[in-house]
């Protein structure tokens, strides 16, 4: 496939091709530890400057990968439950992750704004068990393009941080109430990375990270509970296998205070079951 046009996007959808790029970085290395040819392909098909735009960094390439792999995982071990499951991506950008843990059965729906699933879709057209939806994730919606029947895990990769705190709460509570049984993986960066990205601070001489109002530290997770009863159960997902030094230092900054308790995040929410819940994917 030919290159499609140089992207026009603004400063928060723009970051579908900062991740994308770094994945990229990644996937090139002999020793990668994030397989993602298909991200290599876009990369290679899509006209951006992606080097000069946001510079090549082995660390931070090697960070995002394994931020990537801890939402691989979850996806990987629900389908392993849930065969024929619903995975519903929130603020999807130009992620690949079904090329990378697909099983063959489930149905997949990524969710983002119009422009972006515009740009999505040529790159990454639509198959039978993979749709795109061109809507604000944040507006519930959504919801109802969803087949309840079927057990459900909604991702919400890089997206809840450029979100003002309040809808965070909505939305996590609105997955709460409309998929019982079902479960959430967000990610969050910590308050002092917010803060420097709201000073401006986070910056390179081509790039501008956009500002981040949601944050948490991973100390306070168990806070998410609050966000509505149906919350029944929050849970860490810690990376794993990373290389070299940063392989080392990982447990280190995983369970020794201060950094364990100010480091980015994933955890998975867990939604009670409901009464009607049906047993389509069973």
């Not at 709460?176 to 420097?196: E, K, Y």
């Amino acid at each position: 496939m030919s290159s499609v046009e140089r992207p026009e996007l603004a400063a928060v959808p723009e970051t579908a091709l900062w991740t994308l790029w770094q994945r990229a970085v990644e996937a090139r290395r002999p020793d990668a530890v994030l397989r993602d040819p298909k991200a290599v392909d876009l990369v290679e098909r899509i006209d951006y400057p992606f080097a000069e735009r946001f510079g090549t960094s082995g660390l931070q390439s090697h960070l995002q990968a394994l931020r990537v792999g801890c939402f691989d995982r979850e996806v990987a071990d629900f389908l392993a439950r849930e065969p024929r499951g619903t995975v519903v991506c929130l603020g999807e950008g130009l992620e690949t992750q079904y090329w990378r843990v697909d099983n063959g059965r489930a149905h997949w729906l990524s969710v983002d704004l119009p422009d972006m699933v515009a740009l999505r879709e040529r790159v990454l057209p639509p198959g039978p068990r993979r749709r795109c939806l061109a809507a604000d994730a944040t507006d519930l919606g959504w919801a109802d393009e969803v087949d309840r029947d079927r057990a459900v895990l909604v991702t919400a990769q890089g997206l809840c941080m450029y979100l003002p705190p309040a809808r965070v709460k909505a939305l996590i509570a609105g997955c709460a109430d409309r998929f019982p049984g079902g479960s959430m993986v967000v990610d969050a960066v910590p308050r002092w990375f917010a803060r420097l990205t709201v000073s401006g601070r986070m910056r390179t001489a081509a790039y501008q990270v956009p500002v981040m109002p949601w944050a948490m530290d991973a100390g306070e997770r168990d806070g998410l509970r609050t966000a509505s009863p149906a919350v029944t159960a929050v849970r860490d997902v810690r990376p794993t296998g990373g290389r070299g030094l940063l392989g080392a230092l990982l447990p280190l900054a995983l369970t020794v205070p201060p950094l364990a308790a100010h480091r980015p995040s994933v955890t998975v929410l867990n939604f009670a079951e409901g009464p009607d819940r049906g047993a389509g994917s069973r």
